[in-house]
């Protein structure tokens, strides 16, 4: 089955950068849009930023400027780079893809087990 685990996560003072990967695999047939989504405890999921497959990009007014997502389709890979960090940006980040595996004829939506980010003050 398809699989999508995350890396990168951990603590960093405010200001500081942190780069966060995200590798599917399994029985991929095509990858359509991937992107990173947060959480905090008893909130809402958000959207951080998400990317189609021809590169074409969408972020959350609270990152724009300072987050950057970009994806290699050859390696199955989405990245976050996180620039400028803030307090507030403290949270657990999931990758999400729609994916169609080399069983279906449709894409599925598939999500990561989530990477904690912590940014000091």
């Known amino acids: 089955q398809v699989q999508l685990v995350e890396s990168g996560g951990g603590l960093v003072q405010a200001g500081g950068s942190l780069r966060l990967s995200c590798v599917a695999s399994?029985?991929?047939?095509?990858?359509?849009?991937m992107g990173w989504y947060r959480q905090a405890p008893g909130k809402q999921r958000e959207l951080v930023a998400r990317?189609?497959?021809?590169?074409?990009?969408l972020y959350a007014d609270s990152v724009k400027g300072r987050f950057t997502i970009s994806r290699e389709n050859a390696k199955n890979t989405v990245y976050l780079q996180m620039n400028s960090l803030k307090p507030e940006d403290t949270d657990v980040y999931l990758c999400?893809?729609?994916?169609?595996?080399?069983?279906?004829?449709?894409?599925?939506?598939?999500w990561g087990q989530g990477t904690q980010v912590t940014v000091s003050s």
């Open positions: 999400y893809a729609q994916i169609r595996s080399q069983l279906d004829t449709f894409s599925v939506g598939h």
């Open positions: 399994g029985s991929i047939f095509r990858i359509n849009d």
């Open positions: 990317i189609t497959s021809s590169g074409s990009t």
